[in-house]
């Protein structure tokens, strides 16, 4: 085989295709059947959201909504404390994520723009500083805050959230500015511009995207994350929308599990929705990253 | 990518992916040494004032005793490694870390085990198929936790979950009302580890897959002609191409799931019985939190830090050694 095909690339090329080909009904039959199998927990989720009332603790349990109602929608959409977790969510994920992606971009353009002595060190610490787990660190984090009266606020669970987000942004965005050519910098600067205006003129345009995953990185960590601020948020009435979930579906016997899904549901399809759009660039920046060191 | 390559190596010799100071460096005037200094400002102090003066806090407590006296304001007293022997000296400390440590090697080596299998799925599909599962890995890994918990607690609801009735109805009718949270250990902790699984698989796959997409096809096609056979290929040719990012997975999938506390604490709040289903995260967090024995809880974290750092401390070192870094 070899020995026939060695020299005649085309030919070779359409052979190893065919050889492909033979099994790829098999594999795509069952890769559609781990596709249903991952998105089912998410299909029921939406599925009992919808269901009403009487149908939902029905045996044998209905595959789809029949008479589909949004009642549970419309319950919790006129919960006061829906709104209220929803404003605390929205302030402490917009105010993350804000700080984090300037703080990113500075950090990123260091690391990737200047050589400096420390600049290793300060490269091996963004690495190190993620393996830290937050869950070893929230008793003196929760007496930090604590201690200088944030507890149950916005700047406080925030500025946790900024040292959980930032080395990994810092991370991800250092693989884009990479990407982007210094020499493209350099001639703006041959020019006649600055440093600055060459970078921000030159660089920073081309950097969108991948400012554009960093934010939508940070987002979601911050709106999605549970332990710290179930820890931080202790008071009652201040909390993000994961912990409004959690107290909202606490007690089995007693749930209204159509009001719990549609919560959840609700919760979940904005992130959904915009983690589809930028999944992609992410994963190429990680990889990036990855590879790049 | 290819820009990169094309700039960076005007000889043609040098590789390409040597990094930016070797570009860079030499050209940098004196007036800009300042520069990067003050730009890792913001976010070293972020992360220093957030998770570095904790930490430090954190050691300084796990010496220090809090007791009844220090709820009315007393300073805390030293007792030098009294905690630390308590921890240690406690069963069910070792209990729960052989827990956890076997709940994260389970989850991350199925975990892995998933995750690149499917990336190399990936690979073999037409574009159809190739895009549901891609969208369904997304679905998954962007759901909020709680959202996601939220939807296996009802899935495995004794009465009315989806996954009693469907057991019964093939059969098994043991499981008519079984609760899977509350009933048994092992179910709680299967239902647990699903959940994690069922989330940290996409990062596994849509890195990996990344990570294949980018690998030169004339290596494989060459090791093809050299007539290595489908498994061969993949053992000696794909998969150490790409370890880089496998090893990278891998790493973080250990330490996210050797500090799992979301999926725990959360399915706590169904089973009740906090003490058989404790990792050290939620032990952390019932000793310290909720018991307010901060020392001693500062010493478990501490002790929990310290095996987080020896197991991923081969991976650390691979990685650095790759001498990207």
């Known amino acids: ?293 | 990518m290819v820009s990169d390559q094309l700039t960076t190596a005007p000889a043609g010799t040098a590789r390409p992916r040597r990094g930016p100071t070797a570009r860079t460096g030499p050209r940098r005037r004196r007036s800009s040494l300042a520069v990067p200094y003050l730009l890792l400002v913001l976010p070293v102090g972020l992360v220093c004032l957030a998770m570095g003066y904790p930490l430090v806090r954190q050691f300084v407590m796990s010496f220090q005793e809090f007791g009844l006296a220090q709820q009315f304001g007393q300073p805390p007293e030293w007792v030098g490694l009294q905690n630390y022997t308590d921890v240690l000296s406690d069963p069910y400390f070792w209990v729960v870390t052989a827990r956890s440590i076997a709940f994260c090697a389970a989850c991350a080596a199925i975990t892995m085990g998933i995750g690149i299998g499917f990336a190399l799925l990936l690979q073999k599909l037409s574009t159809g198929p190739r895009v549901a599962l891609q969208v369904a890995l997304v679905l998954a890994w962007a759901m909020p936790p709680v959202s996601a918990l939220t939807s296996y607690i009802w899935l495995t609801e004794p009465r009315y979950g989806v996954v009693n009735w469907f057991l019964t109805s093939i059969g098994l009718e043991g499981f008519a009302g079984f609760s899977w949270l509350a009933d048994n250990q092992w179910t709680f902790f299967g239902v647990a580890a699903t959940t994690v699984i069922w989330t940290s698989v996409p990062l596994v796959t849509l890195m990996t897959y990344a990570a294949l997409t980018q690998l030169d096809t004339e290596v494989l096609e060459a090791s093809e002609l050299d007539g290595a056979g489908g498994f061969a290929r993949l053992r000696h040719v794909t998969l150490p191409m790409i370890r880089p990012v496998v090893l990278l997975v891998a790493m973080l999938e250990i330490i996210w799931d050797l500090k799992v506390f979301t999926q725990i604490n959360v399915l706590q709040g169904v089973a009740g019985n906090n003490d058989a289903t404790n990792l050290l995260g939620t032990y952390v967090y019932q000793t310290g939190i909720g018991g307010g024995e901060y020392g001693t809880a500062s010493a478990l974290a501490t002790v929990m830090l310290l095996i987080v750092l020896l197991m991923t401390w081969r991976y650390m070192r691979t990685l650095m050694k790759q001498g990207d870094i």
Request: charged fraction near 10%.
């Open chain 1, 1 to 293: 085989m070899a020995a026939t095909t060695a020299g005649t690339t085309p030919l070779f090329d359409t052979k190893t295709r065919s050889a492909a080909n033979r099994r790829r009904p098999l594999w795509n039959v069952v890769a559609v059947l781990f596709a249903l199998v991952w998105v089912f927990p998410i299909y029921w989720m939406v599925n009992s959201a919808l269901m009403p009332e009487d149908r939902l603790r029905s045996s044998p349990p209905l595959l789809a909504p029949i008479h589909p109602t949004l009642r549970a929608f419309d319950q919790v959409v006129h919960s006061q404390q829906f709104w209220t977790a929803m404003g605390f969510s929205l302030s402490v994920t917009l105010l993350s994520v804000a700080v984090c992606v300037v703080a990113a971009l500075f950090g990123a353009v260091a690391l990737s723009r200047f050589s400096f002595i420390g600049r290793r060190g300060v490269l091996i610490a963004v690495l190190v500083v993620q393996m830290v787990p937050a869950e070893a660190l929230f008793i003196s984090q929760y007496r930090m805050l604590d201690g200088w009266g944030l507890l149950n606020s916005v700047p406080g669970l925030s500025l946790l959230y900024m040292g959980m987000i930032v080395p990994f942004t810092l991370w991800m965005l250092k693989g884009f500015v990479d990407g982007v050519p210094a020499e493209l910098e350099e001639a703006a600067m041959v020019d006649g511009c600055s440093r600055f205006t060459a970078f921000t003129r030159v660089t920073l345009p081309l950097l969108g995207p991948g400012l554009v995953a960093t934010g939508v990185f940070g987002f979601l960590v911050a709106w999605n994350e549970y332990t710290l601020a179930f820890i931080v948020l202790a008071s009652g009435d201040r909390m993000t929308l994961p912990v409004w979930l959690k107290t909202f579906s606490s007690n089995l016997q007693e749930t209204d599990w159509a009001g719990v899904m549609a919560g959840s549901t609700l919760i979940a399809v904005p992130v959904l929705v915009v983690f589809i759009l930028v999944q992609n660039a992410m994963t190429k920046g990680m990889v990036a990253g990855a590879v790049k060191g």
